[in-house]
């Protein structure tokens, strides 16, 4: 059996080894590392993708972010309602702009935003709420659309876990994640479900004057060359990421349909296991599995996730600590307590082994092994 691996980003590598080393020579050779051609390229087919409007390319999801909250032109003070159940660069960047992040407890079976707690959070100086979808499955944002609606309030999806999930609406219509709010963001960080060979993300919107206006902040505010209509900052995809990433899109929805499949074989093996909770899927949502995180009841995760080690199977804890209870985010003025839910998952989450490249011998064995350690 081969090495089990959190991510095996090798062996997804040398499937495509032909396409991709083709697209990256032909980057070298036209050395044109800024701004080529395949970057323009990959913005259109991932718009055409996710049936978005424009899509704008830029050095990482955690800068993707930021420019949404710039593009809204957000001010000092100002609040906006997320998630403390998240990676941390959702409200990093809130918080580096002077915004205000205010927590609202996510929900027990789905990690996501939990919509009924959100129109208690709105205040006047309420501006925006940012839905995660985390792990791959969509927050529930039909209700967060119509709560944004009618409190005047911006929507910017951070889509950096679920890119090529989709959603459907009570109405019947389908929309993919990141398509749906004023701005989209995601990142294609090597480990994420469309990962490039470096740093890169990309934001969405279906707005002509928002995405000009974001195209120009990650290139310093310029409107044209060297004249410049806003302080920006430079936040660029590389074009051999760019060369990648198209190659990537071309095989995406095949990876997405391989985490699946492995998400299914664990739930086979392991929905009926006293002792842990399998992911819970909602009604509205596709899950595309970024991650596949059980729940470990009786305070044994720690020693699940050691027994797992023990056996060559790595696993990870997302998220070990809630950012409300976070060392640099104390003077937000949250303390332990405020959001029960999140704290619970942050001792009872252990996510598996997830990615394209798992194989039947693999699951079997982790699904064994994870079963092993209740009937020792
Ligand atoms: C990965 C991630 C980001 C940041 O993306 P980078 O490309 O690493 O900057 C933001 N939000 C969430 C939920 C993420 O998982």
């Known amino acids: 059996m081969r090495k089990i691996k959190m991510v095996d980003l090798r062996t997804q590598y040398l499937r495509h080894k032909a396409e991709i080393d083709h697209a990256i020579q032909d980057v070298i050779d036209s050395t044109t590392f800024i701004k ?186 310029m409107i044209k060359k060297y004249h410049y209509e806003q302080v920006g900052f430079n936040s660029r995809l590389d074009t051999m990421q760019a060369a990648i990433l198209r190659v990537k899109l071309r095989h995406f929805d095949g990876y997405n349909k391989a985490r699946q499949a492995a998400a299914k074989a664990y739930d086979e093996g392991l929905s009926n296991l006293e002792g842990v909770k399998t992911p819970q899927r909602n009604s509205f949502s596709d899950h595309i599995f970024h991650q596949y995180t059980l729940q470990v009841s009786g305070g044994v995760r720690d020693d699940l996730k050691t027994h797992l080690h023990e056996q060559g199977i790595p696993s990870m804890i997302y998220y070990p600590v809630p950012l409300h209870m976070q060392e640099a985010y104390k003077d937000l003025g949250y303390g332990k307590g405020d959001f029960p839910i999140a704290e619970e998952l942050c001792n009872k989450v252990l996510s598996l082994p997830m990615h394209t490249e798992l194989d039947d011998d693999q699951l079997k064995y982790i699904v064994s092994s994870v079963k092993n350690f209740y009937n020792k």
């Open 36 to 221: 080529g051609p395949a970057v323009k390229n990959f913005e259109q087919e991932l718009a055409a993708y996710l049936g978005t409007g424009h899509c704008i390319a830029c050095g990482n999801g955690t800068d993707a972010l930021q420019a949404a909250f710039m593009a809204i032109e957000l001010k000092p003070g100002d609040e906006v309602i997320t998630t403390p159940f998240t990676f941390i660069a959702t409200v990093e960047v809130i918080k580096l702009l002077g915004l205000r992040p205010v927590f609202v407890d996510v929900d027990p079976d789905t990690f996501n935003l939990n919509p009924g707690l959100i129109e208690p959070a709105v205040t006047e100086k309420t501006k925006a709420i940012v839905p995660v979808h985390l792990f791959g499955q969509a927050a529930d944002m039909e209700t967060i659309l119509n709560l944004a609606d009618q409190f005047g309030l911006k929507v910017i999806e951070d889509n950096a876990q679920a890119l090529g999930t989709s959603y459907r609406f009570s109405t019947g219509q389908v929309k993919k994640t990141g398509a749906m709010g004023q701005i989209g963001c995601t990142s294609f960080f090597p480990s994420k479900n469309l990962g490039a060979f470096g740093d890169g993300g990309a934001l969405f919107t279906d707005d002509p004057l928002l995405g000009k206006k974001i195209a120009s902040l990650v290139n310093h505010g």
